[in-house]
């Protein structure tokens, strides 16, 4: 099992640049999937981005062209960069590491943190 810790969020003026990131501790090895999810008020979570083992990346159609998600190996984190803010992408931001033989949104969450996007 993994733990992880989401940090940078905060309040973003619209145009702006979110940079997130995702320390990961526990058993690492064991983690097929990184993802990122958000989730508004009175809305459901949603999937963002993702990144293989392998480092293959796919994204949501709300981060396509906007979104980078990353791995640095070597701090043990998971990076997710947005360009181009819009007070829609307004939410909490979580983490979500996925082990081998489970599939997304099963396996470890953060606690997340609050991105705020103003007008």
């Known amino acids: 099992q993994v733990q992880l810790v989401e940090s940078g969020g905060g309040l973003v003026q619209a145009g702006g640049t979110l940079r997130l990131s995702c320390a990961v501790s526990?058993?690492?090895?064991?983690?097929?999937?990184f993802g990122w999810y958000r989730q508004a008020p009175g809305n459901q979570r949603e999937w963002v981005a993702s990144?293989?083992?392998?480092?293959?990346?796919d994204y949501a159609d709300c981060a396509k062209g906007r979104g980078t998600i990353s791995r640095d190996l070597a701090k043990n984190t998971v990076l997710l960069q947005m360009n181009s803010l819009k007070p829609e992408d307004t939410a909490v931001y979580y983490c979500?590491?996925?082990?081998?033989?489970?599939?997304?949104?099963?396996?470890?969450w953060g606690q997340g943190t609050q991105v705020t996007v103003s007008s």
């Open positions: 979500n590491a996925v082990p081998y033989g489970l599939r997304p949104p099963l396996g470890s």
């Open positions: 526990g058993s690492t090895s064991t983690i097929n999937l």
């Open positions: 990144i293989s083992s392998g480092g293959l990346t």
